[in-house]
């Protein structure tokens, strides 16, 4: 029943038309975005995603913005998009992907020939499967998928609590959220993200006035890997993921740098 389904979606959106009057790869010289209409959306690429993989086939058009970029190192060969139905990762197997798509720049991705895929629990865009791995789209190939469009976009972030990740981590699944009245637990505060001596990843937890819990992911090869984490209380900015743990989907949340996160305030009582 749920591949019937995932048919249905790929046939009816194959069956809208689309207006492509420029060639993808085609960067404008003005702030404007390219003359080319999406025909899809994150949505209908998330409920296409399995594990093993689907390849498009159809002409799909995705327009979406960039949330979460590389520039911080703490996000690796992807970029964070989200349009107004969701969030997708958007696999590039190449670097400084923030030089040319930045946070708050729209993307028009032509998905044809491009694989939609669950790992590790989250849905993503990538370039090629061979024999189960997943490759991110290839630089040389770029241009072929993606045509950037305006940039500067302000994409305000969704309020959010804790229990709603939690409870619903795939509602939220690579798009810009913000946490309200939340603090780094006890044992996590004035200790750094991560080892940079070492680049190792760390994996944090916060919490609310209530006890609720989540955890933010930290790379150790985010620029910011040595500083220390906040000993306050008040807003954070993230990107809301997921991944798969033992005991099932589990919220993960990862920050794109420190000017995020504005934790001040005094402690939970």
Known sequence: MKKFAIIITVVFLAGISSCVKEKFGTEPVTNTDPNITANTSIAALNAMATSNGIQITQ????????????????????????????????????DDLYATYPAGRRLFINLQGLYVVKYDSASEIVGSIDNGAFTGIATSNLSQYVTPGKWGINVAPIAVTIPELV????MYQGELVQLNNVEFASGYRGVPYANATYELSSTMIIKDCNENTDSIYTSGY????????????????????????????????????????????????
């Open 59 to 94: 002409s799909l058009i995705l327009s979406a913005i960039v949330v979460g970029d590389d520039k911080s190192g703490n996000f690796y060969k992807e970029l964070d998009i989200e349009d107004s139905t969701g969030g997708i990762l958007l696999m590039i197997n190449g």
């Open 167 to 170: 409870n619903h981590p795939y």
């Open 222 to 269: 985010a620029s910011f890997a040595s500083a220390v984490t906040p000993s306050g209380n008040g807003t954070l900015v993230c990107v809301a993921g997921v991944y798969g743990g033992s005991s099932g989907v589990l919220s993960q949340l990862m920050i794109r740098d420190t000017t995020d996160l504005h934790l001040t305030g005094p402690l939970c009582p």
